[in-house]
């Protein structure tokens, strides 16, 4: 039996253009640039059922996937995109039943994949000093109905109370070797570590500070992606792409 379209779901609205608008399916006119759609159609329809808007124009009622919510959240920071979240969930081993400690909330497009990937049994903690920004992320988790899986702390210096035996923990910040000894204390044997930083010479202090340290396995990448015009008699690159976005450092902790 397919499953139908309820009050307060919140949909992928896509136009036939290419448009998309995350949304709730309720009782109201949704108005685009081109058209107005009836939302309330869409009640008790299956997912993906095609609506036709007043001017005559389509769109469809999609379910949001996780990188449809992490590329609609609301943002007061820039954010940690999927070309790079999907790389960090691997090499940091993240899957059901983790315990994650993330440092640099942001607006927490990082901490909602966190906490979809470990599940249900999982728990992710994540530091952050601007009240601001941590309303935000908490705001964007709650939308999304990830918030029983996370805990909001805020950072004091250089330490992360008494977190210890960690999964994996990720610093997202200005200055993350002044965080690697606390780094190292809270993560288990062998337990991975990752960075991300905007620039060279943040990477060359953090990979000294790294090499006093039992870390071992150190790495550090930076991962482009480019999309294609998706018009089959003229399949070519797109004219515009992302060229830098930030530095990736991973390591691990070993036990001397």
């Known amino acids: 039996m397919q499953e139908t379209i309820k009050p307060g779901d919140l949909i992928l609205l896509a136009t036939e253009e290419g448009k998309t608008y995350l949304v709730y399916a309720e009782k109201k006119a949704f108005q685009t640039h081109k058209d107005s759609f009836d939302l309330g159609l869409l009640l008790g329809h299956p997912w993906g059922t095609r609506l036709k808007g007043q001017k005559g124009t389509y769109c469809f009622a999609l379910r949001p996937t996780l990188h449809d919510h992490l590329m609609k959240l609301k943002r007061v920071t820039q954010i940690i995109y ?24 942001g607006s927490g497009a990082l901490l909602l994949a966190l906490a979809h990937s470990v599940g249900p049994s999982g728990k992710v903690i994540t530091y952050e000093k601007e009240k601001r920004f941590q309303e935000v992320a908490l705001s ?103 060229g830098h976005t930030g530095f990736l450092i991973f390591s691990r902790k070993y036990l001397p």
Do not use: H
């Open 82 to 105: 999927p070309k790079d979240i999907g790389y960090i969930l691997l090499k940091l081993d993240i899957g059901p039943g983790k315990v994650v400690l993330e440092c640099g909330t």
């Open 140 to 242: 964007n988790a709650k939308r999304v109905g990830l918030l029983d899986r996370i805990v909001f702390k805020d950072i004091a210096v250089n330490t992360f109370e008494e977190e210890e035996e960690i999964d994996a923990v990720f610093l997202d910040l200005k200055t993350p070797w002044e965080l690697l000894p606390a780094a190292w204390k809270a993560l288990k044997g062998g337990a991975p570590l990752g960075i991300l930083l905007p620039t060279t010479n943040q990477v060359s202090e953090t990979l000294k500070q790294l090499q006093q340290l039992p870390f071992t396995q150190t790495e550090v990448v930076e991962l482009f992606i480019r999309f294609y015009k998706t018009n089959p008699q003229r399949l070519r690159p797109e004219d515009r792409m992302v």
